[in-house]
């Protein structure tokens, strides 16, 4: 019998009804019941982050919302960080939530909303700088894999990884080649460094993993073969697997292959086209840093020189036409001009580029395709009575994420497109007071995933970006 993660998550809480929250289900939101674990229960307590729940919660007029925001914004210091030391230096292992593992995108997206506030709090400065020393060490155990235990001697704990056909080395959870889990540990490095200039995290080992990630991402143009990666899983799930191992056949165009998505699920066509823009902007992100924090310019040359080959490379490889004329990014591509056009709710997407600061959110193709991608030319864009958004293969025809609509309303700057998703986001959390991976379109009570911290903080991160950038939205109850 195949066990996989949807299966796990299913049987274990990961699909959940209003039923399932008590007799009074979404009612009890009436009444906004406290959501946060007592103080003495939180895993990690920051005076800073209180301070801002506070300020923040006070400009918003809407108290649905501004409950949203306070259970939200804290859920990844409230449930999910375990602080330590290595070798006299912190670390920090942040779990992705409901499964008990660090997965390098999870992590560094879920802390980074608490970025801004690194120099206000000496206790959350030392959580950025053992978490940035988590990943270096976790790069540095195997850079093609995506999640990490705790114990770095440790083997799998994950049912559906153990049996997986790949090499699987002690410290390792699940091994599923993701170009976006090495761009967000530069992202998380390039923040941390800009926002506050402290070389502490910068030690010799991150310089290393460092450089493991550039020669990563230059295995995997595949120039010279295929590299060291391959990856099957024994499952009846496509998207759990890889044809051959590898994928279906490239031309090799200086693109980054990609054996899957940021929702873990299996590319299609290898050269993932997001993830490429994402790499190319990561990159020039690491050489920044390894220039400015440790002089390293021969390490700040290559990072450069290689993200200069995937911008060459996605100009001429990167666009489509779809069937209406309109030229837009690819989703992904193969080099031989097969393309496919669609959208998928984890990040990095098409949706989310601007945002990620890979494109100019004026820029007129990504504009064109991000109308494309929320609309019926995407097929995983759907509407119905609960809300619209967009999906994914990972849940399934007919379930939104709210990570979708959390990231239309970062990337625009129109305000009834931001309050049309806020009103959604407060109309779907089911009365539970937390985002969900995803709810069904014309229910929201039939939700996945109740306890996913990338979500939690990506909203609390959307709430902050709207009391810098747009007060005004905040300050009148949301109508619906």
């Not at 007799?23 to 307590?45: D, L, N, Q």
């Not at 700040?300 to 004329?325: C, F, H, I, S, W």
Request: proline fraction near 6%; glycine fraction near 8%; hydrophobic fraction near 45%.
């Amino acid at each position: 019998m195949d066990i996989t993660r949807r299966a796990v998550l299913a049987a274990g809480g990961g699909i959940a009804t209003s039923a399932m929250l008590g007799p009074m289900g979404i009612a009890r939101a009436a009444g906004f019941p406290g959501k946060r674990p007592p103080v003495a229960e939180r895993r990690f307590v920051s005076q800073a982050v209180e301070r801002e729940i506070a300020r923040v919660s006070g400009m918003i007029a809407d108290p649905e919302l501004a409950w949203l925001f306070g259970n939200c914004y804290p859920n990844t210091l409230d449930t999910t960080v375990a602080m330590g030391t290595v070798e006299s230096k912190p670390d920090a292992f942040v779990i992705t939530g409901d499964i008990p593992c660090l997965w390098l995108r999870d992590s560094a997206a879920q802390v980074r909303p608490y970025l801004h506030l690194v120099k206000q709090d000496a206790a959350l400065r030392e959580l950025f700088r053992g978490l940035i020393g988590r990943h270096a060490r976790s790069v540095l155990i195997d850079p093609y894999a995506n999640a990490f235990m705790h114990n770095p001697d440790e083997k799998t704990s994950l049912v559906w990884a153990k049996e997986d056909d790949t090499e699987m080395r002690p410290g390792v959870a699940e091994r599923k080649w993701e170009i976006d889990s090495l761009c967000y540990v530069v992202r998380l490095a390039y923040g941390y460094w800009r926002e506050t200039g402290d070389k502490a995290p910068f030690d010799g080992a991150w310089a290393e993993s460092a450089r493991a990630i550039v020669r990563t991402f230059r295995e995997q143009q595949r120039k010279d073969g295929p590299g060291p990666y391959k990856f099957q899983r024994t499952n009846k799930q496509p998207s759990e697997t890889l044809q051959a191992g590898l994928g279906l056949p490239t031309r090799k165009v200086g693109l980054i292959h990609s054996a899957f998505r940021p929702s873990d699920d299996a590319c299609i066509f290898p050269l993932f086209v997001p993830a490429n823009l994402f790499a190319m902007t990561a990159l020039r992100e690491l050489a920044a840093v390894a220039s400015e924090a440790r002089g390293d310019a021969a390490l700040a040359q290559d990072a450069a020189a290689l993200a200069g080959e995937v911008e060459q490379a996605l100009a001429r490889y990167g666009a489509m036409t779809l069937p209406d004329g309109r030229e837009v990014w690819a989703y992904e591509v193969d080099g031989y001009g097969n393309a496919l056009f669609m959208d998928d709710a984890n990040v990095p997407s098409l949706s989310g580029l601007a945002w990620l600061g890979c494109v100019s959110a004026k820029d007129p193709r990504w504009q064109r395709t991000r109308d494309a991608a929320w609309s019926e030319a995407n097929p995983w864009f759907f509407h119905g009575k609960a809300g619209e958004g967009i999906g994914g293969p990972h849940q399934g025809e007919d379930f939104i994420w709210p990570m979708s609509l959390i990231v239309r309303a970062l990337s625009s700057g129109d305000d009834a497109t931001i309050l049309a998703c806020l009103r959604t986001l407060k109309a779907t959390h089911a009365g539970t007071g937390f985002m969900h991976e995803a709810f069904h379109k014309d229910d929201a009570s039939k939700f996945t995933r109740d306890w996913f911290a990338w979500a939690n903080g990506l909203f609390g991160e959307l709430i902050l970006h709207l009391a810098r950038t747009r007060p005004k939205l905040l300050s009148v109850p949301l109508i619906a």
